[in-house]
């Protein structure tokens, strides 16, 4: 079982930036891809950006050039920080672990993030 616990969400201007942070605890195997995903309301939940245990990134085409996922693989965190942030932004974004063979998932609780004009 993994749980994931993500931080650093909340409120922020246009053009502003902020870093969120997950914390995979639990029985990790080695081999994962951790990502973010976000949910604006009304919409389906979204691929951000994802990283590999060695490194291969994949990102949405709305956030390349703005967003940089990160992982530290000996803490089991996974990181991204999020500059020239834009309304549409907005929405609830979750920490999200996934073993690739078994397509097994797991999911933290979400965290808001907001952007104002």
């Known amino acids: 079982q993994v749980q994931l616990v993500e931080s650093g969400g909340g409120l922020v201007q246009a053009e502003g930036s902020l870093r969120l942070s997950c914390a995979a605890s639990g029985s990790i195997f080695s081999i994962n891809v951790m990502g973010w995903y976000r949910q604006a309301p009304g919409k389906q939940r979204e691929l951000v950006a994802t990283?590999?245990?060695?490194?291969?990134?994949n990102y949405a085409d709305s956030v390349k050039g703005r967003f940089t996922i990160s992982r530290d693989n000996a803490k089991n965190m996974v990181y991204l920080q999020m500059n020239s942030l834009k309304p549409e932004d907005t929405a609830v974004y979750y920490c999200?672990?996934?073993?690739?063979?078994?397509?097994?998932?797991?999911w933290g609780q979400g965290t808001q993030v907001t952007i104002s004009s």
């Open positions: 990283m590999g245990t060695g490194g291969s990134t």
């Open positions: 999200n672990l996934e073993y690739t063979r078994t397509s097994r998932r797991y």
